[in-house]
């Protein structure tokens, strides 16, 4: 029940339709009991601003910030934590007391859900498609683990910035072209880019790229067309609903100094799934 006391906590997104935070929210603020309650809003690249500027003025607990507002977010708020301003990308927003601070839960996100399905980085050669927001969040936790960065983007001069922000970290190397030859050296290719969102989007790149040893693993949910295409072919496919879940577990806590109950949220997003 939403009351006098209930504190807001949002997301701000363009698009922000197909979003499953707030189911993965409002169920652990439910099953918990917290008088909390999370909204979609969708913003627009133009009313960022006054978005942020409206967590303030509505005193909004929180908010998730999601694609394409990631970076473009940081020159409004009061404070970073380190790692949101090492990777130069925040999805979380804690309103404190009117101090909006960012963070970034993406990295840990994506390095627990290859955890939880027992994936290690630590040497592994990993192909990263996208040089946006979550691109960089997941070059810098790949790194921190130990894993080697390959990097491709549509747009050569993003890549070429990640690799000049991160290369203190451990290896990175831009492709500037999808070549067949890299296929053998790398064990494990990520989609990085927004390309699957939507069901007439190309494919982040050609499938006769994969081969049967690839871990596939696509940050965009629950699936998409290459997802698919990957698994006809014999790779270990992994979708982004498990990084979803751990960037949000992560981000809960931020929120509400609480641990959020993952089992629950797991057997509701499996429900929820079906359903697509
Ligand atoms: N599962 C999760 O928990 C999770 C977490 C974070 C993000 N995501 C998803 O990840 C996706 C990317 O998010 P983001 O914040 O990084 O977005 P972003 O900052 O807007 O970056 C988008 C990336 O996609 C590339 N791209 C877009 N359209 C393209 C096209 N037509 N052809 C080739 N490349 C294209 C862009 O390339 P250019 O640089 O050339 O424009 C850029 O590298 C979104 O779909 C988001 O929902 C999922």
Redesign the pocket.
Known sequence: MITGKTKIIGIF?DPVE?TLSPIIHNEAFKYLGLDYCYVPFHVKKKDLKNAIIAIKALNIKGVNI???H??AVIQYLDEISDEAKYIG?V?TILNNEGILKGFNT?AQ??ILSLKEESILIKEKNILI?????????IVYGILKEGGKVYIY???LS?ALEIKEKFANLGFIEVIPHIEQSINEKVDIIVN??????KKD??L?INPAFLLSKHIYYD???PETLLMNEAKKIGCKVVG??????W??VEAFKIWTEVEPPVDVIKKTLNKVLTKY
């Open positions: 997104g197909h999601t694609v394409p990631k970076e990308a999805n993406d996100g994506f498609l996208g040089a946006g927001g979550a691109a960089k969040a983007n549509r747009t993003k990085a880019t927004s390309l699957g969102l989007d190309p982040p940050i965009v949910y982004g609903i498990g990084m979803l879940l960037q949000a």
